[in-house]
């Protein structure tokens, strides 16, 4: 069973920034937070992680408590094609990915 | 682009019948994952490879099964083929099993069982 709570959905304007929380308080200590994301039926994209800090990259920014129990994703600008479905995974190297439901976020003009 | 590919991208046949998805991983990755995605069950794992052995077994049934080659290539084998297995089924790849190995995946085979 998926180890994450997420809302079901969220709707952003475009060129707004979108912050998707996940709460993964179960988390163990040597599991990473991945955040994944599915375009319509296209095989999931990975878009970031972290262990205990902050993290950015070209796509996203990641932001995780103190105490690891849960995690924002942040689209500083989204776009209609940032409209999609996104998984928050606690994850072990070497082992399989647990997905939930994610979030859908539509993003609209 | 991931670099993870797979054939065929569309798969239509019918109950009873067997099929084989085929999935290239990215350049130097050891790991093969594959995993199902159905509308009523969501994205679950079905099976791992690393460097041609089996590693863990998710929801995968006994009709269906999975080797890794020599060249690190992945077949998902599927028979006696139902009506509920039609979904979608993707792999990915990642390069070992330590670390920050990341799983990236491939555009998937979309199956249809008639």
């Known amino acids: 069973d998926a180890k994450t709570t997420q809302p079901p959905s969220m709707d952003c304007a475009e060129g707004r920034a979108a912050n998707l929380p996940c709460n993964h308080s179960?988390?163990?200590?040597?599991?990473?937070v991945y955040w994944y994301r599915q375009i319509h039926s296209q095989g999931p994209q990975y878009i970031i992680h972290g262990l205990k800090n902050n993290e950015t990259n070209e796509m996203a920014s990641l932001i995780i408590t103190e105490d690891r129990k849960s995690s924002t994703l942040i689209l500083p600008h989204a776009t209609l094609r940032d409209t999609a479905v996104y998984y928050c995974?606690?994850?072990?190297?070497?082992?399989?990915?647990?997905f939930g439901k994610g979030t859908t976020l539509s993003v609209s003009s | 682009d991931s670099g993870v590919t797979q054939t065929p991208k569309h798969l239509i046949t019918a109950t009873g019948q067997r099929v084989t998805l085929r999935c290239s991983p990215r350049s130097g990755d050891l790991s093969v994952y594959w995993y199902q995605q159905s509308l009523d069950q969501g994205l679950q794992f079905l099976i791992q490879?690393?460097?041609?052995?089996?590693?863990a077994k998710g929801n995968i049934l006994e009709r269906f099964s999975a080797q890794q080659f020599p060249d690190l290539h992945s077949e998902l084998n599927l028979s006696s083929l139902e009506l509920g297995d039609s979904a979608l089924y993707f792999c990915?790849?990642?390069?070992?099993?330590?670390?920050?190995?990341?799983?990236?995946f491939g555009p998937g085979t979309r199956l249809l069982v008639l």
């Open positions: 990915a790849s990642s390069v070992g099993l330590r670390g920050q190995e990341t799983q990236y």
């Open positions: 490879y690393y460097n041609g052995e089996e590693r």
């Open positions: 179960t988390i163990s200590g040597n599991e990473y």
């Open positions: 995974i606690p994850y072990q190297a070497g082992t399989a990915l647990i």
